[in-house]
């Protein structure tokens, strides 16, 4: 999604990149989720939103291949609606910068967290958008700053979310070993990512990860050129 704001101190950029060579497009015909999901509100920038937090199973072919595709995911951009339709797949994105930090925080929780209830699921959706959408990187709480979410339906999975978010903070999550992150794009739907499985090298050779013009700069938050003006985010 292009979208980019400036705010005093603090630059936004929600975009994902032209994709690269590596890339390849998929057809996504079916969104369901993987173990339910749980509602509630999110607050962000101090606006409140309903939401239905939890991993998605999307379901579709690769056009290229015509291969089945079968992705759980999780929401990263919180602009638009998820919905069928066309997407650019790309494997091992590199944020890259500054902003790696949250990238590794982001793998880390994906990579230590089993999907085995709606909570778990939501939980870790909620801490997702934490570490997206706050602008630390060693403080994170969904209970209060730029980026919060309330409600009872949330309160156990807000409960392991704050958890799991301990746990990358203070290090005792890692990424783990041979994974890395990939993502599903496209203008006007919702940007997903997921942690993969990195492929082994031949000997000798080189990785080429996809680069990104621009992935969330600091996965952060919109600050106060947002405040002077309305804009109004869907969630999923």
Same mark, same amino acid.
């Given at each position: 999604?292009?979208?980019?704001?400036?705010?005093?101190?603090?630059?936004?950029?929600?975009?994902?990149? $032209?994709? *690269?060579?590596?890339?390849?497009? $998929?057809?996504?015909?079916?969104?369901?989720?993987?173990?339910? %999901?749980?509602?509630?509100?999110?607050?962000?920038?101090?606006?409140?939103? %309903?939401?239905?937090?939890?991993?998605?199973?999307?379901?579709? &072919?690769?056009?290229?291949?015509?291969?089945?595709?079968?992705?759980?995911?999780?929401?990263?951009?919180?602009?638009?609606?998820?919905?069928?339709? @066309?997407?650019?797949?790309?494997?091992?994105?590199?944020?890259?910068?500054?902003?790696?930090?949250? #990238?590794?925080?982001?793998?880390?929780?994906?990579?230590?967290?089993?999907? @085995?209830?709606?909570?778990?699921?939501?939980?870790? #959706?909620?801490?997702?958008?934490?570490?997206?959408?706050?602008?630390?990187?060693?403080?994170?709480?969904?209970?209060?700053?730029?980026?919060?979410?309330?409600?009872?339906?949330?309160?156990?999975?807000?409960?392991?979310?704050?958890?799991?978010?301990? &746990?990358?903070?203070?290090?005792?999550? &890692?990424?783990?070993?041979?994974?890395?992150?990939?993502?599903?794009?496209?203008?006007?739907?919702?940007? #997903?990512?997921?942690?993969? @499985?990195?492929?082994?090298?031949?000997?000798?050779?080189?990785?080429?990860?996809?680069?990104?013009?621009?992935?969330?700069?600091?996965?952060?938050?919109?600050?106060?050129?947002?405040?002077?003006?309305?804009? *109004?985010?869907?969630?999923?």
């Amino acid at each position: 999604m292009k979208h980019a704001y400036l705010s005093t101190g603090v630059a936004l950029v929600l975009a994902l990149g $032209v994709a *690269q060579p590596a890339s390849a497009l $998929v057809k996504i015909t079916n969104v369901a989720t993987t173990k339910g %999901s749980k509602a509630g509100t999110v607050s962000y920038f101090g606006s409140g939103r %309903s939401v239905n937090a939890g991993q998605f199973l999307l379901t579709g &072919k690769d056009l290229d291949t015509n291969a089945a595709v079968s992705l759980k995911t999780f929401c990263i951009d919180i602009f638009n609606t998820l919905k069928t339709g @066309t997407f650019t797949r790309t494997d091992d994105v590199n944020v890259g910068g500054q902003y790696a930090a949250k #990238q590794d925080q982001v793998m880390a929780l994906l990579g230590n967290v089993s999907i @085995t209830s709606a909570d778990t699921s939501a939980a870790v #959706q909620l801490a997702v958008w934490e570490i997206a959408y706050e602008t630390s990187t060693t403080k994170y709480s969904l209970s209060d700053g730029w980026f919060s979410a309330s409600g009872s339906s949330l309160s156990a999975a807000k409960t392991l979310a704050n958890g799991y978010l301990s &746990k990358v903070t203070k290090g005792d999550w &890692k990424a783990l070993a041979n994974t890395q992150l990939n993502s599903l794009t496209a203008d006007g739907n919702q940007d #997903q990512i997921w942690l993969g @499985t990195r492929p082994p090298q031949a000997p000798g050779a080189v990785p080429e990860p996809a680069s990104w013009a621009m992935m969330i700069a600091g996965f952060g938050l919109i600050g106060g050129a947002m405040r002077r003006r309305s804009v *109004q985010a869907r969630f999923a």
